[in-house]
Structure formats: C-alpha cells, structure tokens
C-alpha cells in the first residue's frame, strides 16, 4: 500500500550546475522513490512518464533554440546600425571593406 503523503525521501531534486546557456531557465534532476500523486493532481491526459516527458522537451527545445537565433539577429542589427552612422578617417566604417 502506498502513501498518499509525501515524504522527504519521496522526491529529490539536484539542481544542475554549469551551464553554458539560457541560466535564468533553472533545471534540475528530479528522482521520484516511491512517490505518489493523486488522479486529481495528474495535469492532462496521462500518455505515460517517458511520452509525458518527451512532449514538454520537443516544446521546449524549439523555444530554447530560437532564442540565440534572435539574439544573433539584434547584434547583426545594432551593428549594422553603427557601422552606418559611424566614421573613422573621413568616411563611413561600413564603406570599409573588412567591415563588410
């Protein structure tokens, strides 16, 4: 028989240190021992664990990945944007060549 309350023991979680990106996202490793979670509490139609999991990663992984893509796009902009009003020895830096 299961217990229906938590116990300390019954969910543990690791917060993953060193990552080389999008930090302010704060992941963990979760290990469940014997855990129990009410019908009520089940969030959706339960597919089961893995398939449940993979879903919250395929949505999550394409916002993840856009967001070096825009932050790409904004410094290519701002620099553009510079170089164009900026000059250097009599004229524009984006008549420079290496600038182009």
Do not use: H
Not at 48 to 76: D, H, K, N, T, Y
């Amino acid at each position: 028989q299961r217990s229906q309350q938590k116990t300390p023991t019954a969910i543990r979680t690791t917060k993953i240190e060193g990552k080389i990106s999008t930090r302010i996202v704060q992941n963990a490793d979760i290990e469940f021992d014997d855990a129990f979670c009410p019908d009520s509490n089940v969030m959706g139609d339960y597919v089961g664990f893995g398939e449940s999991v993979a879903r919250v990663l395929e949505a999550s992984r394409v916002s993840v990945a856009w967001i070096p893509v825009g932050m790409c796009q904004g410094a290519i902009e701002k620099t553009i944007a510079y170089v164009s009003k900026r000059e250097a020895f009599g004229a524009s830096l984006a008549s420079n060549q290496l600038v182009q």
